[in-house]
Every structure is written in C-alpha cells, then in structure tokens.
C-alpha cells in the first residue's frame, strides 16, 4: 500500500526540524498512542513506523536525500501488508481524515478483505470509523454540509455491513441527524443549474417536516434534528427564499393534507404568488379553497377572501368580506377611506400582494402590484366572464379599468389631497391614482399631479365624457354590460382611445419648466459644486435640482478634467455603488466606472441578496491629490471618511465597520471620449 504521506508529516514535525526535535517529537508520540481500542499489535506496528521515520529524518546523510528525492517528485510510503493497518491510523492521525476513511474502506472490501472475526478487521473498522466522522467535521467547517452526510452515510453502511462497533454507528447516525436542516439549506441554496440536488434536498425538507408532525411539530419535535420549534421556524424562514412558488404550493398541500393547518396558510398564499404572477386565475380560486378551511386561533380569513374576490372581479362580494371581518380597524378604515370603496378595497389588496404574498420565492422579485396588468391580461378576462357567465359577478371585468383608475374631477383632487394613512391606523398605501401616476412614469410638462389633474386637457376630457361615468355609477352596472354590450363595448372603447391619446401626446412632449437647466452655463456648474465643498474638503448632500445640474457633468467628456471633475467622477463611483449594495438601483454606475468593475459591484450584490443582506456605505472625500495625468490616464489619492453596514433582512446589524481615514488610489482612463474609474487600491 502507498501512503499520501511523507515521513515528516507521518512524525507530526516541520521539514525544517533538526534532528533533536525529530527525537524529541518520537518521543511524544509514542507516549501518546491512540486510546479508542485498537489491538497491541497494530499498535506496536505504528510505534515501529514512526521510529524508521525518525531514524530516516535524524541521520544527515539519508535524511538528504530522501529530501533530494522529494524535490525531484517522488511522494507517498510504500508500506508492506502486514503494516497497512498502521500506516493508516498514523494517516488518520495526521489529520488525513479523509484519505484514511477512503483507504480504510477500500481495505474492507473483497478480495483484499480481512479474515472475519480477525484484529486486522477489527482495527481497519475502527480507523473507518473514526477517519469517516473526522472527515465529516471538516466538510461541515468549510460548508460542505451535504458532503459531510454523504461521509456519515457511507460510515453508517459500512459498520452496519462488518456488524461492529455499535456505539461507533450510533455515534455517526446522531450526527447525521444534526446535520440535515444544514444538508438541506446546502442542497437548495446552489445554482439552479444544479437540479440533481434541489431535488434531493426538497425530498429531504418533506421527510423531516413529515417527521416532526407538520410545521408546528407535533411530535416532540426537538428530538428529530436537535432543533425546537423556534430554531425550526428561522431555519424554514432561510430556505424558503431558494424555493419557487409552483414548489412551495406542493409541498405545503402535501403537509396540509396530513394535518398542517399552517401548512395550508402558506398554501394558499403560495397559489395566489404563482397564479397572480403568471396570470393564473384558477389557481386564486384554488387558493379560495384551503382560506376557507383553515381553523387557527385568532385567524380572519375574510379581509383575504375579499382579496381574491376583487381580484377575480366580484367587487360586492368583496365588499361584503371586508364588512364581515372581526377586525373593527379594518372597517374603520374602510369606512373613512377618502374616496370610493372599490379604489379602498384595491389599496388594501395591493398593499397586502405586495407585503404578504410576493415574498418569500425564488422566482418572483417584484417591487410593485399593477392591478390594471392583472386585468387587462387576457387570461384573466377570459376567466372572469367564465364567472360572471354563471352569475356569480358584481362586476364585468371591461368596467373595472374605469373604476379603479378614473373618477369625476371632484373625486380626484380629494384623493389625491388625502391619504389613507391620515384617515385610518392601518398602514395603508397611497391612493387608487398611484400606480398609474408615478412620480418619473412619464415625462410631463405638469410639476405634479394635481397640476395635471387641474389642466385644461384633463378637464375638457372629464366634461365631454362624465354623463358616461355617471350612467356607470349610478347604475347596475353588470346589467349595463349585460344588455348593452354594443353600447358598451364602443363607450369603452371611446374613453380608453381619449384617455390613451392624451397620455401618449404628454409622454411626447418636452418639459417646459427644465430649459433653464439647459442654459447654465459651465462656470456656474462649477460654482454649485464648489459652494458644496465644506472647509474640510468632504461634501455635502446634492438635492434634486443640483442632482440635475451635476447629470450635465456625467459622463466625464471633458479633455482634460480639472480637479473638481476627477472629485466629482469619483463621487459618482462611490454613490452608486452604495445605491446597489443597498438594494437599490443606480443609473449612475455603469457611466463613471468600467463594466469589469460594474459588474464587480453586480456581482457583491447577488451574493448579498442570496444570503438575504444589503450593505449601507458612507464615503465622504476628506481630499484629493492627483499624483498622475496624461491624456488617457489620471491617478488620483483620495483619503475617505469611510463607515459600512451589513444589514439582514430583518433589519439587524450583523457588522460594522469604520474606517476615519481610508486612504485609496484611484485609477482613472479615458475609453474613446469618457473617463471612467478604471481601477482602485485600498489601504492605509
């Protein structure tokens, strides 16, 4: 047999020890034999191998050239048979766990098998054992959770296959049930490509829910992976993010079905992401199904039930759960909402899509909830009619777009001078108009919605058509549709053409209110940034105006860049980079720095975001000194007032950092006509 060892590791000693500590080390080690059971003989083979080792390491001559040859590529022991076993208890206690267990196994096996019932059986079985549950531990400290099981698995198969060392097995057997809550968070947190081992650690999550009784645990669950009901919540809080919607669905209605009431909670919410996201309304009515069933304390299912209503396009059954819900907030609110009912009941719906359902799922990132999408989606009007065929409708679905979105003039300027958040406890979102009128949604010559509302053009639409919204509101308007589909089909088609024009003339038109930025000149762009420049060289805050005036200097085309726009380029860098280690987005980014390092910064935030975290930097600049410029390249010291965050998705601090005076060298090259931060060198 080769050992994957050399003489000075098999001794334990450096391979610049002197003779003296060889001695010194032999010593040791043979006062210090293994104690876990292993026969004398194989015992007074290892004690025989390590004095050839020191022997070898201690005469000068021999010593020198078995170095020589190991410099020339030779490596490993030859060992004979009949001191195999000794080799590898001194390879394991070389810390080569993993090795030892390997060739330990491969020793069991036939036809190289030891007689039954022999020492060399029983001493190979040891070191397997012991070898296998080493090399667990260290797979487990670099992260290799399913690895470390695979380990423990093949010990366990092997001890149960030699019959022996039953205290050593159940040793093993212990540990590879600690372990799986963190082979199955190994298993579904790799790369999607990696199908094979999703799979095996969603049927690992199932069997040990199974086992603990559900996700309340129910069977004295912490005997079953050492973990109690609150280490198991924030544990599933981990996992689920590496899971899809379509996945979570069936896994939760598998557990539902065996007595999970939570289970059935989340498998609703579960549905009505997957159905809301990929235009499935079926699956909201599947949804309706397991709400409806669910029997824990101090549960109301109603305001949710009328969620799914509204987005299934009953608006009075909608209605009429939230008036039957036991929480007495939630009709207040509704009841003091300033302005119609229904665009109350689309708040509250968007605002719990957003909040409670959408998140959670590895396939859905969605920062905002468009109903108007959900309802001029072609599947969902086809399954509305459906519904509204059999009578079970307030409304049809070409008359909602009206509703949620447009009102008299009266209506709109109090919508829009009240919010619900002032009228009511609950945290409501913004009014009915707000997701159709974003702040930047399109560029309009109106500073703000109520200029817009207020305008000439608004207003002449309203006037020609109000007596169709009148007729709308103050009539049945499910007969309306009904009975008139011609009539109603061309007036919706007469509003939406108006209303659709109109937005599309503003869209094209050009702000009138923005030309005076246009006409400032460079001079008084350099004044700006110089009045933000505190005496101790770090700046200040620019507000939305300076933000403007500083866009004219980014990108950096100038020839040859001044101090101020070197200061200035580098402050972008540092801007946007904090905008998207924080989760937010920075336009700014990709034209101050080199896609190399852009994508760097991409690249953190990926990882950050799988381990659910964000980072808050400040970087203010103390100074700027340019030590080198030419014409396509600049060098620049800054020293920054540095501090950083990480933060959990949870909000807490997991670290800090602060740094007074961070001095750091950026690189600066010009790429065709553009200067962009190119590189940069951290330390002090």
């Known amino acids: 047999m080769e050992l994957p060892i050399d003489h000075f590791r098999l001794l334990g000693v450096s391979p610049s020890a002197n003779a003296e500590e060889v001695l010194r080390a032999f010593q040791l080690r043979l006062d210090r034999p293994p104690k876990q059971g292993f026969t004398y003989e194989v015992l007074a083979q290892r004690s025989e191998l390590l004095r050839l080792s020191a022997d070898l390491l201690s005469n000068p001559i021999e010593r020198q050239s078995y170095e020589l040859a190991l410099i020339e590529g030779s490596s490993g022991l030859d060992l004979s048979s009949n001191r195999e076993v000794a080799g590898l208890l001194l390879l394991w206690e070389s810390n080569a766990s993993f090795q030892a267990f390997k060739l330990a196994k491969k020793a069991l096996q036939p036809p190289q098998a030891p007689a039954l019932g022999s020492g060399r059986e029983s001493d190979l079985t040891l070191i397997a054992a012991l070898a296998c549950r080493d090399a667990s531990i260290e797979e487990q400290a670099c992260r290799r959770y399913a690895s470390g099981a695979d380990l423990l698995q093949e010990g366990i198969q092997l001890l149960q296959r030699m019959g022996k060392l039953v205290e050593e097995r159940k040793t093993l057997e212990s540990d590879l049930e600690a372990l799986l809550p963190y082979r199955i968070l ?223 003039e009266q209506q709109i300027d109090s919508n829009l001078s009240n919010s619900p958040e002032e009228q009511a406890d609950l945290p409501m979102p913004g009014g009915a108009l707000d997701e159709i009128l974003k702040e930047n949604s399109f560029k309009s010559p109106f500073q703000s919605k109520e200029a817009f509302f207020k305008s000439e053009l608004v207003k002449n639409i309203i006037s020609k058509y109000y007596s169709t919204f009148e007729l709308i509101k103050n009539s049945d308007f499910k007969s309306f549709i009904l009975k008139r589909p011609i009539r109603t089909s061309a007036l919706a088609f007469i509003v939406l053409f108006f209303v ?142 540095y501090q950083d965050k990480m933060i959990s998705s949870s909000g807490d601090i997991l670290s800090e950092t602060v740094i007074p005076s961070l001095k750091v060298r950026y690189i600066l090259g010009k790429n065709k006509k553009t200067w962009l931060v190119v590189d940069y060198i951290s330390g002090n």
């Open 186 to 408: 190994d298993l579904l947190s790799r790369e999607k490509e990696d199908e094979k081992s999703h799979q095996e650690g969603l049927m690992l999550l199932e069997d040990f829910v199974n086992k603990r009784g559900g996700l309340e645990g129910k069977r004295n669950s912490e005997k079953i992976a050492g973990l109690n009901q609150n280490d198991f919540e924030l544990f599933f809080l981990q996992i689920r993010k590496f899971l899809t919607a379509q996945e979570q669905s069936k896994i939760y209605v598998n557990w539902f079905r065996r007595g999970s009431e939570d289970a059935g909670f989340l498998a609703a919410f579960a549905l009505i992401a997957s159905g809301f996201c990929d235009r499935k309304p079926e699956l909201l009515q599947e949804a309706r199904k397991y709400l409806r069933n669910i029997n824990i304390n101090g549960y109301d299912p109603m305001p949710l039930i009328g969620c799914l209503d509204l987005l299934l396009g009953d608006v009075k059954q909608a209605e009429s759960r939230f008036r039957s819900s036991s929480d007495e907030k939630l009709k207040d609110w509704l009841d003091n909402y300033p302005g119609e009912t229904l665009a109350a009941l689309c708040d509250y719906c968007r605002n719990w899509l957003k909040k409670d359902v959408l998140v959670g799922f590895r396939d859905i990132e969605i920062q905002t909830v468009n109903l108007d999408d959900w309802f001029a989606s072609k599947e969902v009007q086809i399954y509305v009619e459906q519904l509204e065929s059999k009578g079970a409708l307030g409304i049809a679905k070409a008359g909602f777009s009206f509703l949620s979105s447009l009102s008299p």
């Open 500 to 641: 659709g024009t109109s937005l599309g003339i503003l869209r094209q038109r050009k702000p009138s209110g923005n030309n005076d930025l246009d006409n400032i000149s460079k001079s008084e762009i350099a004044k700006l940034v110089d009045n933000k420049i505190e005496d101790n060289g770090s700046t200040k805050i620019f507000n939305n105006k300076e933000k403007q005036v500083l866009n004219k200097l980014i990108p950096l085309t100038s020839v040859a860049p001044s101090n101020q726009d070197v200061k200035l380029l580098i402050e972008s860098w540092l801007k946007g980079k904090a905008d998207i280690l924080n989760g937010s987005e920075s336009q700014l980014l990709f034209s101050v720095a080199r896609p190399s390092l852009f994508n760097r910064v991409i690249d953190q935030r990926k990882k950050d975001k799988l381990l659910g975290q964000r980072q808050i930097i400040e970087a203010n600049i103390n100074s700027i000194n340019i030590i080198e410029r030419s014409d396509k390249r600049i060098a620049a010291d800054v020293e920054l007032n």
